[in-house]
């Protein structure tokens, strides 16, 4: 994600670099070694020439949906610390069409798809959509949809 206008205000130091898939974090302590760890994808939010909202939905979102239109459950799980841009990633920027995220990419393409799905002269399809879009913290879950409902249970379905 990029920087937050607080982290500009504090003049936060970057430490994290990416090139291709190779994520590099170099502490800002100058004697302390730099870390590198490999992703399939990582993207560089900060360089707006090599990273956009669309990419991440090309090599994430679309694929979830070729799985479900191939009989699949589907699902799309952000993880990582506070702060580390699972927001930004997952919703993108409101009402911006070009920053806009992966889970408003998906729904609109899911829509789409199921809109021009092939269909036989006569034919009447049926699709069933469900989703949930929940966040859980500090081992609580919270329903985003409907935030009323925060701290619901986790339970296992056989």
Not at 43 to 70: C, M, T
Not at 113 to 128: A, D, H, V, Y
Request: net charge neutral; charged share 25%.
């Amino acid at each position: 994600r990029p920087l937050s206008t607080k982290e500009k205000k504090e003049r936060a130091k970057i430490i994290v670099h990416i090139q291709e898939n190779i994520v590099q974090l170099q502490p800002p302590v100058e004697k302390l070694e730099a870390h590198h760890f490999t992703y399939d994808y990582a993207y560089n939010s900060l360089n707006p020439n090599v990273f956009d909202q669309a990419k991440v939905y090309e090599d994430l979102g679309s694929k979830i949906l070729d799985h479900a239109f191939n009989g699949y459950n589907a699902c799309l799980f952000a993880y990582g610390q506070t702060g580390a841009g699972k927001t930004y990633s997952m919703m993108g920027v409101a009402n911006d069409v070009e920053w806009r995220g992966v889970t408003p990419r998906l729904c609109i393409d899911l829509f789409e798809r199921i809109k021009s799905f092939p269909r036989k002269e006569g034919q009447e399809l049926t699709f069933k959509v469900e989703t949930s879009f929940m966040e859980i913290y500090n081992e609580k879950v919270k329903c985003l949809l409907n935030p009323r409902l925060d701290n619901l249970r986790v339970r296992e379905n056989p």
